[in-house]
Nanobody, 123 residues
Framework: QVQLVESGGGLVQAGGSLRLSCAAS????????MGWFRQAPGKEREYVAV????????DYADSVKGRFTISRDNAKNTAYLQIDSLKPEDTAVYYC????????????????WGQGTQVTVSS
């Protein structure tokens, strides 16, 4: 069973940047595709980005394309989400998740989830 812990969230002004980290333990990290999702207050959880086990394929939601970058370091058992040009509408709790599938845009495909890290963007 994989355990995931996110970090790196915080309060930032619009236009700023953050780097979220997702540290994995208790499992073979490189066996899993890794995704990032977010949930804003009063809204459903939504897909943000995904990366395959070796980083060979990445995908992004249209709303973050060009501003967010997903990456991973299998030697460090860590996935990352670099967030640039932040907008107030990016305010949400950000979750990382692990899937046994190669990759998926659907939260239902993910087997393990972190507890989330809050990102708040002020205008």
């Amino acid at each position: 069973q994989v355990q995931l812990v996110e970090s790196g969230g915080g309060l930032v002004q619009a236009g700023g940047s953050l780097r979220l980290s997702c540290a994995a333990s208790a499992g073979t990290f490189s066996n899993y595709g890794m995704g990032w999702f977010r949930q804003a207050p009063g809204k459903e959880r939504e897909y943000v980005a995904v990366i395959t086990w070796n980083g060979g394929i990445t995908d992004y939601a249209d709303s973050v394309k060009g501003r967010f970058t997903i990456s991973r370091d299998n030697a460090k058992n860590t996935a990352y989400l670099q967030i640039d040009s932040l907008k107030p509408e990016d305010t949400a709790v950000y979750y990382c998740a692990a899937t046994r599938m190669t990759w998926s845009l659907s939260s239902a495909a993910y087997d393990y989830w972190g507890q989330g890290t809050q990102v708040t963007v002020s205008s």
